[in-house]
Each structure stands twice: as C-alpha cells, then as structure tokens.
Nanobody, 120 residues
Framework: QVQLVESGGGLVQAGGSLRLSCAAS????????IGWFRQASGKVREFVAT????????YYADSVKGRFTISRDNAKNTVYLQMNGLKPEDTAVYYC?????????????WGQGTQVTVSS
C-alpha cells in the first residue's frame, strides 16, 4: 500500500500563494490517481482536485477552479497543488490520497495532512 506524506502548508495572507507537495514512500505513485482533499475545522472532508496517473485527466472543485493547479512528476514520485489567489475560506488541513482512477469518490490511503491558514 502506498504511503503518502504532505508538506508545504503554512500561514499566508489572502491573495497569496502556496505550493503543496505529496510524496510517496513504499511504492511508486505512478500507478495511482492522486487527489487533494481538505477538511476545515468542524466540517467534513471535501474534494479539491484529482489527477490521473498519466496527467491526462484532472478534476477540480468549482470553488478552486482557476486558482489551484494540480500536477505530478512521476520521476520524483511527487504530486503538487499550486494554490494561487488564496482566500480565508481555503483554510483547512489538506490531505492527499490515492485511488485507482481520478473520480473523487474512490480515494484512500490518506497522508497525515498539512495545515493551510489564510488570513484576511
């Protein structure tokens, strides 16, 4: 089973940018679709973006379209989430997960998460 580790979170002002990374250990990422999800305090985990194993298919939540970009580098065994134009409502713990395909409903193998806090 693939093990995932997120990094890159932090505190940023509204309008700023962050790039999150999701690295794999134990197994290669290249066999999996990878997704970013987030969970704000007191809320359920929600889908942010997913990417197929070969970057051919990407899905985005409406709330982040045009601001966030998911990408992957299979040679580095890493998936990224570039977040621009951050808003206070983007504040959450961000998790990456693995799935057999990029459909958001079928993800698991969650990492420990990385906190993103956007101040107004």
């Amino acid at each position: 089973q693939v093990q995932l580790v997120e990094s890159g979170g932090g505190l940023v002002q509204a309008g700023g940018s962050l790039r999150l990374s999701c690295a794999a250990s134990g197994r290669t990422l290249s066999s999996y679709a990878i997704g970013w999800f987030r969970q704000a305090s007191g809320k359920v985990r929600e889908f942010v973006a997913t990417i197929s194993w070969n970057s051919g298919i990407m899905y985005y939540a409406d709330s982040v379209k045009g601001r966030f970009t998911i990408s992957r580098d299979n040679a580095k065994n890493t998936v990224y989430l570039q977040m621009n134009g951050l808003k206070p409502e983007d504040t959450a713990v961000y998790y990456c997960g693995a799935g057999a395909n990029p459909t958001p409903a079928y993800f698991g193998s969650w990492g420990q998460g990385t906190q993103v806090t956007v101040s107004s």
